[in-house]
C-alpha cells in the first residue's frame, strides 16, 4: 500500500524539524558545526526519511517498521537538543523550542504506530474469520 508522505502530518512535521535543525546549526562555530551539528543533522533528517521510505512500502508491517525507525531518530534527536542545551552549545529558548518539536513528532509517531498495529490485527483477525467459514 503505497501512501503520499505529504499527507502524513509525521512527514510535515519530521520535516519542519529537520529544516529548523538545519538552519540553527548553521550558526554554531566550525568545530561544532562540523561535529555535533552533523549528528544532530544526521538524526533530524533521518525521520522524515524513514517516514517517506515507509510510504514506500508495500505492506503495512514494512510501513510500522520505518515508522519505528523515524521515531528511533526523533527520540535521538530529542536527547541530543537537550545536550546542546545543557552545555550552552545553542540558546535555551531556540533549544526549548527544537525539543519541544522533536517530542510532538516522537509522540505523534508513537500515536500513528499504535493505529498501524491495530490495523494489522485488525487485518489479521478478519482474514483468519474468513478462512475459517
Not at 33 to 51: C, D, E, K, N, Y
Not at 57 to 70: G, H, N, Q, T, V
Amino acid at each position: 500500500m503505497i501512501r503520499e508522505p505529504e499527507s502524513l502530518k509525521v512527514h510535515v512535521l519530521a520535516d519542519a524539524l529537520a529544516l529548523d535543525i538545519h538552519r540553527v546549526t548553521t550558526t554554531l562555530p566550525e568545530l561544532e558545526r562540523m561535529i555535533f551539528g552533523a549528528q544532530l543533522r544526521g538524526t533530524s533528517l533521518a525521520a522524515p526519511l524513514h517516514i517517506r521510505a515507509g510510504c514506500a512500502k508495500p505492506s503495512a508491517e514494512d510501513f510500522l517498521m520505518e515508522l519505528e525507525a523515524a521515531a528511533s531518530a526523533a527520540a535521538q534527536c530529542h536527547y541530543l537538543l537537550t545536550l546542546a542545551r545543557r552545555v550552552g552549545m545553542l540558546p535555551e529558548e531556540t533549544c526549548v523550542v527544537l525539543e519541544e518539536q522533536a517530542l510532538h513528532l516522537l509522540r505523534s509517531l508513537l500515536l500513528l504506530m499504535k493505529a498501524e498495529r491495530s490495523r494489522i490485527r485488525t487485518r489479521a483477525v478478519n482474514a483468519a474469520q474468513v478462512t475459517n467459514v
